[in-house]
């Protein structure tokens, strides 16, 4: 009986130490030294949450750039790719459906260079950032469908530098440009 008490004692102690008190800890210290990407690195627009720059969101709109494809359909909470092999004839199919849509959406030349993140979804199919290349592929469609006058359309051009981040601690990744605050601010042109 006494090791029962003891062994339930221990168990209290650990409850409270790693279900309550570890926790908490770790909260008060991500809500003082990062406490935008601790409650969810929304942004905001006329004070209501729009998105968030961690989740890409889709942008189908001719008025708009362009996401990267979701394999999840940009749902956070079933979170992943879908996992087709390289080998795989649905993602062949899918890629080529892809690269076509890319294609015609931008009226580009059927022999045009399609960034490859415009054609595969990321692990996660969450991600919020496509290539500059990829964004200065959309930049005609976009002021063609805007009715963007050759100074409107530098503006944009402009826009999509000022929106590339360089990669990671300038070593992991490639320049990219989060596409929902890059569209945010091509609505101000």
């Known amino acids: 009986m006494k090791t029962l008490i003891t062994s339930l004692k221990i168990f209290m102690l650990l409850t409270v130490i790693t279900g309550i008190a570890y926790p908490l800890f770790l909260t008060g210290i991500a809500q003082v030294f990062f406490p935008s990407k601790a409650n969810g690195s929304f942004v905001y627009r006329n004070e209501k949450a729009v998105g968030s720059r961690l989740i890409g969101q889709q942008f189908d709109s001719t008025i708009y750039f362009s996401s990267r494809p979701s394999a999840i359909n940009y749902n956070p909470l079933p979170s992943?790719?879908?996992?087709?092999?390289?080998?795989?004839?649905?993602?062949?199919?899918?890629v080529e459906e892809r690269r076509n849509k890319f294609i015609n959406f931008n009226q580009l030349s059927s022999s045009a260079d399609v960034p490859s993140e415009m054609l595969f979804a990321s692990g996660?199919?969450?991600?919020?950032?496509?290539?500059?290349?990829?964004a200065l592929l959309q930049i005609d469609r976009i002021s063609e469908a805007r009715h963007f006058n050759a100074v409107q359309k530098q503006e944009l051009v402009d826009l999509v530098k000022k929106h590339?981040?360089?990669?990671?601690?300038?070593?992991?990744?490639?320049?990219?440009?989060?596409?929902?605050?890059?569209?945010?601010?091509?609505?101000?042109?």
Not at 124 to 134: K, N, T
């Open 164 to 189: 590339t981040e360089p990669p990671q601690f300038k070593i992991l990744g490639e320049e990219r440009v989060n596409v929902l605050l890059l569209n945010l601010d091509l609505d101000k042109i």
């Open 80 to 94: 992943g790719g879908s996992n087709y092999g390289i080998t795989n004839s649905r993602l062949k199919q899918q």
């Open 124 to 134: 996660s199919g969450l991600d919020p950032h496509i290539s500059a290349e990829a």
